[in-house]
Nanobody, 124 residues
Framework: QVQLVESGGGLVQAGGSLRLSCAASGRIFRQYATGWFRQAPGKEREFVAV????????YYADSVKGRFTISRDNAKNTVYLQMNSLKPEDTAVYYC?????????????????WGQGTQVTVSS
């Protein structure tokens, strides 16, 4: 079973940057894609970005395209989400999740394991 732990969240002013990390531990038997999702207060969780195991393919939600970059370092078992030009509407709890089919899926139900989340707050 793979465990995921997010870190790097915090409070930042609009226009600022943060880098989130998603560290994996446990018994990793197969390659998996890693996605980032977020959930703002009173809203449903939504897809943000995904990267396949090789790191060669990524996909982003339109709302973050051009501002966020997802990447991974498999030697460190870590996936990153670099967030630039942050807006107040980016405020949410950010979760990472693993898809053992290793696809660029945006569907929550396709992900097999999840982290506990890290809070990102962007002030105006």
């Amino acid at each position: 079973q793979v465990q995921l732990v997010e870190s790097g969240g915090g409070l930042v002013q609009a226009g600022g940057s943060l880098r989130l990390s998603c560290a994996a531990s446990g018994r990793i038997f197969r390659q998996y894609a890693t996605g980032w999702f977020r959930q703002a207060p009173g809203k449903e969780r939504e897809f943000v970005a995904v990267v396949v195991w090789s790191g060669t393919s990524t996909y982003y939600a339109d709302s973050v395209k051009g501002r966020f970059t997802i990447s991974r370092d498999n030697a460190k078992n870590t996936v990153y989400l670099q967030m630039n030009s942050l807006k107040p509407e980016d405020t949410a709890v950010y979760y990472c999740a693993g898809d053992t089919l290793n696809t660029l899926t945006t569907a929550e139900a396709s992900y097999d394991f999840w982290g506990q989340g890290t809070q990102v707050t962007v002030s105006s």
